[in-house]
């Protein structure tokens, strides 16, 4: 009777030990099951916007312009190209500047080179001599220095001068302008420049 006892009690607590060792592995697939990634605010994903850049292929930033675009050679307009321009532009407008005048030392006058505005906001260029074949449909060319309407190409008298490429996205089409100075241009155009693209060019006469 008593090695029978013995055995029910061995039996009973077999069966309890293997009903908790199921539990405890229902238990654990349990937890493994719910693993998963967090359910935390996800943040979108977006691309960085785009630069507003502003190129030549005759010249490398803040390198010496090619002497076919100054008063030492033909003196025509440089090619120029854009990038990543404001979707909310409605038009360019682009001023060609020297701040050196006259002497890089002693500066002491800005002078205009080339006025343009209007030029469509489909347009990423200008072309070689655009200032003279014809620029974009719809574009208009102010007054430089010599009040012509015309690109004026660089012809420092002393030192080396930077010339700066000025281009202006704008949220508007400008109207009420006829053949505009520097000045009158910068005026029309504030509070309507949404971006703005800078490339400079330098030039050194080579004759005396």
């Not at 120029?80 to 001023?95: C, D, E, M, V, Y």
């Not at 620029?135 to 700066?164: D, L, T």
Request: proline share 10%; with cysteine.
């Amino acid at each position: 009777m008593r090695l029978r006892n013995l055995l029910t009690i061995a039996l009973l607590s077999f069966a309890v030990a293997c009903g908790k060792s199921k539990s405890s592995t229902v238990d654990t697939a349990a937890v493994i099951t719910n693993v998963g990634p967090p359910r935390g605010n996800q943040l979108p994903i977006t691309n960085p916007p785009m630069t507003f850049n502003l190129s030549s292929s005759a010249f490398a930033p803040n390198s010496s312009m090619p002497t076919k675009y100054t008063c030492e050679g033909v003196g025509i307009s440089p090619p120029l190209a854009w990038s990543g321009a404001p979707a909310s532009a409605k038009s360019f407008a682009l001023i060609v500047e020297d701040p050196d005048a006259p002497d890089p030392a002693k500066p002491t006058r800005v002078v205009s080179h080339w006025v343009a505005y209007n030029i469509p906001a489909s347009a990423t260029s200008l072309s070689e001599n655009a200032s003279n074949k014809g620029m974009p449909a719809g574009s208009a060319q102010g007054s430089n220095e010599g009040n012509k309407q015309v690109y004026m190409g660089p012809c420092p008298p002393i030192g080396r001068h930077r010339y700066f490429f000025k281009l202006f996205a704008l949220d508007t089409v400008l109207s009420g302008l006829s053949n505009p100075k520097k000045a009158d241009l910068e005026k029309a155009i504030q509070g309507h420049v949404v971006g703005n693209a800078e490339l400079i060019g330098t030039y050194q006469k080579t004759k005396k």
